[in-house]
């Protein structure tokens, strides 16, 4: 089978991350017998420095064209100044509404020889394996009006959070059908004694749980999420929740994993159903960590996840998204690491990692 792929790398440490990540999708071509038809284009402030934009319409043209974006990540310093037009992350945020991905799909998986690289002592994240749904396209991150005023009195800025009924709806629907595919626990964050929008989240979310009987949901106030999610992570399976609550809690819950560097994320347009392919945007969590861009030390495995997810969920191969999965956790099982989950000790590069990925790779036993 043969399929087009996009390649957005970015900035910062995205293109060295992504550049593994497509190295071992073409190792995939000869064990499986696929054609992987590779596209790169610019984003963010490296589009910005050689474009005068974020993304050029024949960027965004070419992701939607293609059967799955690959992303790695857009920002630094460099293009930092907060009274600019224009800035690098304003690339994702058009790339999420053109292509209409609303639910950003965050596996949080603790595996048990990284038990030791965590903050977090080992016997409290022990078997952690959550799924969070973050809504994407709507709240505070789009609403209107957004802006700065300046007045004789001083200067003031407005956010604004807007939820309809339908863009809940349709991100509870994926957490619920996830829930199902699992334990059939859903928690769905809010913060419904303060923010209406949360009223409104909380009054749909126990609506729609009458379609789903077996799910047993439960309303988690944001505050009491981030705390109970360190102090005893294990009693979530789905955790669903707004754009900006989602954003902030799943990046607390990379810490869980030892680091941010491991964490995948989908983003999808619709439910994720085995064996149905659904265009999706797939970018690791963590950004473009400017401090160490372009020394070779960058963990690849949270986009090599993502090009996992990309096979299972966009192309619909499951057996090569689990051969991919097998051959990361064979590696970490095999004691390789990057520096971030070293803990101190002896690290490979982020080529080297790559390298050890596609050593591992085969069918199942």
């Given at each position: 089978?043969?399929?087009?792929?996009?390649?957005?790398?970015?900035?910062?440490?995205?293109?060295?991350?992504?550049?593994?990540?497509?190295?071992?999708?073409?190792?995939?071509?000869?064990?499986?017998?696929?054609?992987?038809?590779?596209?790169?284009?610019?984003v963010?402030?490296?589009?910005?420095?050689?474009?005068?934009?974020?993304?050029?319409?024949e960027?965004?043209?070419?992701?939607?064209?293609?059967?799955?974006?690959?992303?790695?990540?857009?920002?630094?310093?460099?293009?930092?100044?907060?009274?600019?037009?224009?800035?690098?992350?304003?690339?994702?945020?058009?790339?999420?509404?053109h292509?209409?991905?609303?639910?950003?799909?965050?596996?949080?998986?603790?595996?048990?020889?990284?038990?030791?690289?965590?903050?977090?002592?080992?016997?409290?994240?022990?078997?952690?394996?959550?799924?969070?749904?973050?809504?994407?396209?709507?709240?505070?991150?789009?609403?209107?009006?957004?802006?700065?005023?300046?007045?004789?009195?001083?200067?003031?800025?407005?956010?604004?959070m807007?939820?309809?009924?339908?863009?809940?709806?349709?991100?509870?629907?994926?957490?619920?059908?996830l829930?199902?595919?699992?334990?059939?626990?859903?928690?769905?964050?809010?913060?419904?004694?303060?923010?209406?929008?949360?009223?409104?989240?909380?009054?749909?979310?126990?609506?729609?749980?009458?379609?789903?009987?077996?799910?047993?949901?439960?309303?988690?106030?944001?505050?009491?999420?981030?705390?109970?999610?360190?102090?005893?992570?294990?009693?979530?399976?789905?955790i669903?929740?707004?754009?900006?609550?989602?954003?902030?809690?799943?990046?607390?819950?990379?810490?869980?994993?030892?680091?941010?560097?491991?964490?995948?994320?989908?983003?999808?347009?619709?439910?994720?159903?085995?064996?149905?392919?659904?265009?999706?945007?797939?970018?690791?969590?963590?950004?473009?960590?400017?401090?160490?861009?372009?020394?070779?030390?960058?963990?690849p495995?949270?986009?090599?996840?993502?090009?996992?997810?990309?096979?299972?969920?966009?192309?619909?191969?499951?057996?090569?998204?689990?051969?991919?999965?097998?051959?990361?956790?064979?590696?970490?099982?095999?004691?390789?690491?990057?520096?971030?989950?070293?803990?101190?000790?002896?690290?490979i590069?982020?080529?080297?990692?790559?390298?050890?990925?596609?050593?591992?790779?085969?069918?199942?036993?």
């Amino acid at each position: 089978m043969e399929f087009d792929i996009a390649v957005l790398g970015g900035d910062g440490i995205g293109p060295e991350v992504t550049e593994q990540s497509v190295k071992v999708l073409k190792s995939l071509e000869n064990l499986f017998g696929h054609r992987f038809n590779v596209e790169e284009g610019d984003v963010g402030g490296a589009s910005i420095d050689k474009h005068g934009t974020p993304v050029k319409a024949e960027v965004l043209d070419m992701a939607s064209s293609a059967d799955a974006v690959l992303f790695g990540a857009v920002g630094g310093p460099k293009w930092d100044d907060p009274s600019a037009s224009m800035r690098p992350e304003d690339a994702i945020l058009q790339l999420r509404a053109h292509l209409g991905v609303f639910a950003n799909i965050r596996p949080v998986k603790v595996y048990p020889w990284l038990a030791d690289s965590s903050v977090i002592k080992a016997s409290v994240i022990k078997d952690v394996d959550l799924v969070m749904v973050r809504e994407l396209t709507g709240g505070l991150y789009y609403g209107l009006p957004k802006e700065r005023i300046e007045t004789p009195q001083g200067i003031s800025a407005v956010d604004t959070m807007r939820y309809s009924d339908v863009e809940i709806n349709r991100i509870l629907r994926v957490g619920f059908e996830l829930a199902m595919s699992r334990q059939k626990k859903l928690a769905s964050v809010d913060k419904a004694n303060v923010l209406e929008c949360s009223r409104l989240w909380r009054q749909l979310a126990t609506q729609m749980s009458e379609d789903y009987p077996e799910v047993q949901l439960e309303h988690v106030l944001v505050d009491s999420c981030a705390m109970q999610l360190i102090q005893q992570p294990t009693r979530f399976d789905v955790i669903v929740a707004g754009n900006t609550f989602g954003d902030i809690l799943t990046d607390e819950a990379s810490v869980l994993a030892s680091s941010m560097g491991m964490l995948p994320s989908a983003s999808l347009s619709d439910v994720p159903v085995a064996g149905r392919r659904i265009p999706g945007f797939y970018e690791p969590i963590h950004g473009t960590a400017p401090d160490i861009a372009g020394k070779g030390v960058a963990n690849p495995i949270g986009s090599i996840l993502c090009m996992a997810m990309m096979l299972r969920y966009s192309l619909s191969l499951t057996e090569e998204a689990a051969c991919v999965e097998r051959a990361v956790d064979q590696v970490l099982q095999s004691g390789h690491r990057t520096a971030d989950v070293a803990g101190g000790g002896a690290a490979i590069s982020t080529a080297e990692m790559g390298d050890h990925v596609i050593a591992a790779l085969g069918p199942a036993e």
